[in-house]
T-cell receptor, first 114, second 113 residues
């Protein structure tokens, strides 16, 4: 089974801190994604990566950056955390595009910025 | 641009009753369609997916969904709901040339005893 592991289930950070959310997948998937989940808004794509060091902006990239130095690891960075970034963050991976776009998800990181 | 609409934010059904969750999509080419389920505090688990062929697809946990191109819909159904089905359900669309899925806003299912 594909396993996507997010390093933290819960995080509490202060406004202005630099925050790193880490995600690792173990199935040699090409694509990795960061989504943000908020009540009533569903999942919104922040960034995705289709190869090492390659990234593309999603629908809501403002205030975030990402890093993919190794194929299995994808990090989401909040350069200066703000209270409106309090949310559930979900990492996912998929094999490729087209018919291989089935996404496999991690357990999520619930981030609270105070 | 692609989009997914789930018109029902919250649905309550009695245990043993049938269930239908609605999903409408907008996509310029042949869509690939997915239903995911999320239990409280958990990530998303795939229930079923449609790429082509038979428009009625079967998934895990007794769920099925029907693709209707003329209505741009992909509704999820289950003939008899169990208390353990209480969760949030997300419809998603992807397609050729797209790597990322677009998700709907979700439907929260509550099951009454």
């Amino acid at each position: 089974d594909v396993k996507v592991t997010q390093s933290s289930r819960y995080l509490v950070k202060r406004t202005g801190e630099k925050v790193f959310l880490e995600c690792v997948q173990d199935m040699d998937h090409e694509n990795m994604f960061w989504y943000r989940q908020d009540p009533g808004l569903g999942l919104r794509l922040i960034y995705f990566s289709y190869d090492v060091k390659m990234k593309e902006k999603g629908d809501i990239p403002e205030g975030y950056s990402v890093s993919r130095e190794k194929k299995e690891r994808f990090s989401l960075i909040l350069e200066s955390a703000s209270t409106n970034q309090t949310s559930m963050y979900l990492c996912a991976s998929s094999l490729q595009g087209g018919r291989n776009t089935e996404a496999f998800f991690g357990q999520g990181t619930r981030l609270t910025v105070v | 641009a692609q989009s997914v609409t789930q018109p029902d934010i919250h649905i309550t059904v009695s245990e043993g009753a049938s269930l239908e969750l609605r999903c409408n999509y907008s996509y310029g080419a042949t869509p690939y369609l997915f239903w995911y389920v999320q239990s409280p505090g958990q990530g998303l688990q795939l229930l079923l997916k449609y790429f082509s062929g038979d428009t009625l697809v079967q998934g895990i946990k007794g769920f099925e969904a029907e693709f209707k191109r003329s209505q741009s819909s992909f509704n999820l159904r289950k003939p008899s709901v169990h208390w353990s089905d209480a969760a949030e359900y997300f419809c998603a669309v992807g397609g050729t040339g797209r790597r990322a899925l677009t998700f709907g806003s979700g439907t929260r299912l509550q099951v009454q005893p």
